[in-house]
């Protein structure tokens, strides 16, 4: 048996149970990813690092794997090669995102033509990632967990990035609902703010989570019984404003 702190909590996870399970996590590289990624390997998991930057290495238990959410391809391909080399999925962990400044009535922050690689990558990759996992999730019944956002279930003026965690809110919705009776459960996990180097200027001096924080939430979802689907985890900061 293995113990993993999750919010002041001891989850017991049989570790002979997982020790061939396999976890997969995109935007992988740094942040909330890097972070879930680690408790994985600890909680006995092989992991499946997956990011735009990773440089291609596989051993026996960890695999840095080059994927772009953004497209289809090369997520399908990603899942492909996973399962055909390690012969299941059990979890996947669809976290790959950006963010860019916006506004609808001024000039301030991005450009209009860069917010469509926002909007692709936040919405498109997490549904991509989805749909190509999932035949393998149903195979294991396994957990899809999908990172969203606290900014995803308030106003946040001029913020597109904010639309694509309602997004993600509304797509772990409908993935939940066609699952049912698969046995396949489905997460979306709503950080507030993330001490990650995402953070804007004007709110560096706010609580922030850690990134540790989050993954913890992740494990303590995949962590449950077969029969409990944890849908829905907001973890805020102490003493972060409900509507920041």
């Known amino acids: 048996m293995r113990g993993i702190q999750t919010g002041g909590t001891d989850v017991s996870l049989t570790r002979v149970r997982i020790m061939e399970n396999v976890f997969v996590v995109t935007g992988a590289s740094r942040g909330i990813g890097a972070a879930t990624a680690s408790l994985a390997a600890q909680a006995g998991y092989r992991v499946v690092r997956a990011s735009r930057s990773a440089e291609e290495s596989v ?3 960890g695999w840095d794997a080059k ?4 497209s289809w391809d090369s997520v399908q ?8 080399r390690w012969g299941r999925i059990d979890v996947v962990l669809a976290n790959a995102g950006v963010s860019v400044d916006t ?3 001024s000039s301030a922050g991005a450009d209009p033509s860069e917010w469509t ?10 549904a991509f990632t989805a749909r190509a996992a999932m035949p393998a999730l149903l195979r294991s019944g396994g957990h899809l967990v999908l990172t969203g956002s606290a900014a995803g279930r ?3 003026p ?3 990035y904010s639309a694509t ?3 993600i809110t509304g797509l772990a919705q409908a993935i939940r609902a066609e699952a049912v009776g698969t046995g396949v459960r489905v997460t979306v996990v709503q950080p507030g703010l993330v001490d990650t180097d995402a953070i804007p200027a004007s709110r560096a001096n706010e609580p922030k989570l850690e990134p540790e924080d989050v993954g913890r939430a992740v494990l303590y979802a995949v962590s449950q019984p077969s029969t409990v689907d944890v849908n829905e985890i907001l973890i805020r900061p102490t003493g972060q404003a409900a509507h920041r």
Do not use: I, Q
């Open 67 to 70: 994927c772009d959410v953004s």
């Open 154 to 156: 308030g106003v946040r």
């Open 103 to 105: 506004s609808f009535v």
């Open 158 to 160: 001029g913020n597109l």
């Open 117 to 126: 690689s926002m909007v692709v990558t936040n919405v498109c990759g997490p």
């Open 165 to 167: 965690k309602w997004a």
């Open 59 to 61: 051993g026996d238990r």
């Open 77 to 84: 391909d990603l899942m492909a090669r996973v399962e055909s």
